[in-house]
DNA sequence: CCATTTTCTTGAATCAATCAAGTCCTGGCC
DNA sequence: GGCCAGGACTTGATTGATTCAAGAAAATGG
């Protein structure tokens, strides 16, 4: 199901040891599992809780189920993965946070891309009136049709990414 | 709980007669359950899914939450309602529908308000790379605290509305 | 008023996520 | 290098929102 040493040879990344140090310097404990979650989020942009504990599991071996969401957690808030949440969709993490990215959610079939903001680098956080909110973040979703569901919808739908 | 009289006063809103005809032009059969699902909707904007059964039940009697659960997916497949899903939050429901407008959530009460789009009718859709994808909605959901909670922050997290 | 089709009721099931109690392990200390 | 305390993980149960399924009831067209 994961071939890493393919993936290895396609993309730098960060190794065991700047996961390691990630950890660290966020104040968390090293651990297996931690270590095994932080690999797959990064490996696996945009996957849902299940699909990180099938990661997880099939390169570092049985870990809980709660182990995994604590350890999400965690990380979420350390800031060391985002959460996101596309409506209809389970929560999916990524390893891509300090920026403000958005994202396109493909209505056929769920995959999820990253989308930079055109505006700067905290966007979009004018809206035309904020009716007294304190206004920190603005979050976008472009919603849409994948290239390949453009060409042929395929057989259910939403999931997967 | 509602005090149908006292904002009948305020407010201008579809009569019971209204909402009869925008199901009959929707192809949808006029049922009890329906008119009383869409005259709440109208009532409590963003309410969830248990207080919409709530607001049902107090002023029209027992309803099954799972008549609910449907007329409400019928009427957002018809375009009568808005469904909307502020991570963390289960699903809300507004009848302001046919505009593309944006909503504000406060992280901590929870309580959700509407947000013209600055930038036109079909705002927001040119993503800055659209990786491929056929977009077709862009949805803005800004985050931060409503005006009550930057001043007295409330007892419990999120909920509410 | 009847037939057809949809909608509603009842009750169970699913899925994601959380809670709780006990055991295990990491990191700091001697 | 071993010990201790608090944090992290395991196991198992539980919640909460939503959906599935089968039959009863009601709405529309004739």
Redesign the interface.
């Known amino acids: 199901m994961i071939d890493s040493r393919k993936w290895a040879r396609l993309r730098t990344v960060p190794t065991d040891t700047d996961f390691e140090r990630m950890l660290r310097e966020a104040d968390l404990r090293v651990t297996r599992p931690r270590l095994a979650v932080l690999t797959a989020v990064h490996r696996y942009p945009h996957a849902d809780t299940d699909s990180i504990i099938g990661a997880v599991r099939a390169d570092f071996g049985e870990v809980s189920h709660q182990a995994v969401y604590d350890v999400l957690r965690a990380l979420s808030t350390a800031g060391l993965v985002r959460?996101?949440?596309p409506?209809?969709s389970a929560a999916r993490y990524e390893a891509r946070v300090g920026d403000n990215h958005?994202h396109?959610v493909?209505r056929s079939c769920g995959i999820i891309?990253?989308?930079?903001?055109?505006v700067g680098d905290t966007p979009?956080?004018?809206?035309?009136?904020?009716?007294?909110?304190?206004?920190?973040?603005?979050?976008?979703?472009?919603?849409?049709?994948?290239?390949e569901c453009?060409a042929a919808p395929p057989r259910a739908t939403a999931a997967g990414g």
Request: glycine share 8%; net charge negative.
């Open positions: 959460r996101i949440e409506a209809g958005h396109v493909c891309a990253d989308v930079d903001c055109a979009c956080l004018t809206a035309s009136d904020d009716r007294g909110f304190t206004i920190d973040e603005a979050e976008v979703v472009y919603w849409g049709l994948c290239p453009v």
